[in-house]
């Protein structure tokens, strides 16, 4: 090998030349398709947001929805729209599809209520007016509760309390209907802090109104809080008489459930929520509500009832406790004759006895054994009506409680009214039939008498005249004993006159000879009969042209 070959041996190896900028175009390759990739899924995510999340409500009716056309609001912003409206299977109710935002749809639970805002006019409130030129939409109230779901079961009306209000639940239980309705309000001395969000009768027959108190009031719920129901305005005429109560502020509109406590009423902590409450029928009966334990009596009165109604308070000592449940007529086998039964009940908790039944009626029996026994006694001259008074009557007929069917009948008396009455009647009677012309004649005849006996000259004729005038004084005293005994008060001055005569014999028998004297003591029995006649003449005349003068007095 020559030199010139070693020589080229040992040059390098030549390499190939590589373009300036060709790494960053095989990277710019995939540059593009890249870019096409993340534009597509920032598209696919803003339509998938965009979409949003499915969901169907059933509603009774599609009234005022339109697929397309009618949007889902929440706290008046537009969260979706509705895509589809069709009926179910059965045609039943309409399937309204919703697509609502999935950052919104994602806060749903399996509490969730659906509703349609649209006019509305009730007779507590007019709402949705602002759809009379946007339209009808949809809305709703998320829930709490629950995982989230899909289908939903739409609401016919708004719900009156939001799940995002605080506030507390609490059921009321009555045995008498009361005019509630979904939506009636809730008061608490006057102002309203709730309403009525259900009623339902239990298989028992029992009202069941549930009711919701909002947030900070339902503190003022406490375990020993008395529920009423308070009407607008409400006249009684019943057992006690005329009752009437009106409604104050909103309540006066279209009346309500109110509420309150006061320390007599019991326990002042806080009632928990779903605690139940009586509710009862008006102001006074929460006032004076009527206690468990009672017991109930029959009472047969041997006259009429008039005046007797159901609710008639019972009465023992100044207390009332009891009421009567009602008035019957009892045909009587043996005596072939109707007579009226009252049916009443006695709270023995209102008398600090013991609840213990049997010894209950134990002191009962024994107390109608000492003299207690039960009179109907009016309540109210305006309106005729009566009450029932138990009462201790000394000297009273032996009596016990007898047992028929199961209840005792207590022993009672008859009306104190009705005894008054007849009292009354048998006094017109007895002043009809009084001899007031005789009596009045006797009287003027034994005036004349004494005038004779004074004119007397001689002490023979003048013994004559003083038989003949106590002759006419002894027709006069039966002619009084005739005379009604309501009348004798009246009759004092002849009475006195007659005293006087007594003495005036005695002073005759022993004075005679002096002339002075029994002429002075003539004189003045004569002036005394005179005037007695007058009185007993004037008396009749009176009570000839006004009898009820000796019931009501003297007109002035």
Request: net charge neutral; no cysteine; hydrophobic share 45%.
């Amino acid at each position: 090998m020559t030199e010139h070959e070693n020589l080229l041996t040992q040059l390098p190896e030549a390499q190939p030349a590589t373009p300036s900028g060709a790494g960053f175009a095989r990277w710019a390759i995939w540059l593009l398709p890249i870019t096409a990739l993340v534009i597509a899924f920032w598209v696919g995510y803003q339509a998938w947001r965009d979409a949003g999340v499915t969901v169907s409500v059933r509603f009774p009716t599609a009234a005022g929805i339109e697929a397309g056309k009618t949007r889902v609001r929440y706290k008046e912003v537009e969260v979706g729209r509705v895509t589809a409206v069709t009926l179910d299977p059965a045609l039943d109710q309409v399937v309204v599809t919703l697509s609502i935002n999935r950052d919104v749809a994602r806060h749903l639970r399996a509490d969730a209520r659906f509703w349609v805002v649209k006019p509305r006019v009730t007779a507590r409130a007019v709402t949705g007016l602002e759809t009379l030129l946007s339209g009808a939409y949809i809305t709703f109230d998320p829930g709490k509760n629950g995982a989230r779901q899909s289908h939903y079961q739409g609401l016919n009306e708004p719900p009156l309390v939001s799940a995002e209000g605080g506030g507390k639940r609490f059921v009321l239980t009555s045995r008498t209907a009361a005019p509630l309705e979904v939506g009636t309000p809730l008061y608490f001395r006057g102002l309203a802090v709730g309403e009525v969000v259900g009623a339902a009768l239990d298989p028992e027959g029992t009202l069941r109104v549930s009711v919701f108190v909002r947030a900070p009031y339902d503190e003022q719920v406490r375990v020993g809080s008395r529920f009423w129901v308070q009407q607008a305005a409400r006249v009684e005429i019943g057992g006690r008489g005329i009752v009437a109560e009106v409604a104050s502020g909103l309540a006066l509109l279209h009346g309500g459930i109110a509420f309150d406590w006061r320390p007599p009423w019991g326990d002042a902590a806080q009632a928990a929520e779903g605690h139940s409450f009586p509710l009862y029928a008006n102001a006074q009966e929460a006032e004076n509500p009527a206690p468990e334990f009672r017991l109930i009596f029959r009472l047969r009165l041997p006259e009429g009832v008039s005046g007797l109604y159901p609710r008639t308070p019972v009465f023992f000592s100044g207390f009332e406790v009891g009421q009567v449940l009602g008035v019957l007529p009892r045909f009587d086998e043996r005596t072939e004759r109707v007579s009226p039964e009252v049916w009443i009940e006695v709270w023995p908790e209102r008398l600090d006895l013991p609840k213990d039944e049997a010894r209950v009626k134990a002191i009962f029996a024994a107390w109608v054994k000492e003299g207690l026994r039960a009179q109907p006694k009016p309540m109210s001259l305006l309106t005729g009506q009566k009450m029932i008074d138990l009462v201790f009557v000394p000297r009273a007929a032996p009596a016990e409680l007898v047992w028929e069917g199961g209840y005792p009948t207590f022993p009672a008396l008859p009306a104190a009214f009705d005894e008054v009455a007849r009292t009354v009647t048998q006094l017109a009677t007895d002043l009809r039939d009084a001899p007031w012309k005789e009596l009045i004649t006797e009287l003027r005849d034994a005036a004349h008498g004494w005038r004779a006996l004074l004119d007397a000259q001689d002490p023979h004729s003048a013994a004559r005249q003083l038989r003949s005038v106590l002759q006419r004084t002894d027709r006069l005293l039966a002619e009084l004993d005739r005379a009604p005994k309501a009348v004798m008060a009246t009759l004092a001055q002849v009475r006195e006159t007659l005293a006087t005569l007594e003495k005036l014999t005695a002073s005759l028998a022993e004075d005679w000879g002096d002339q002075g004297v029994p002429r002075a003591q003539l004189q003045a029995v004569l002036q005394s009969t005179q005037r007695a006649a007058r009185a007993v003449e004037l008396l009749a005349e009176e009570l000839a042209r006004h009898p009820e003068s000796l019931i009501r007095g003297k007109a002035q």
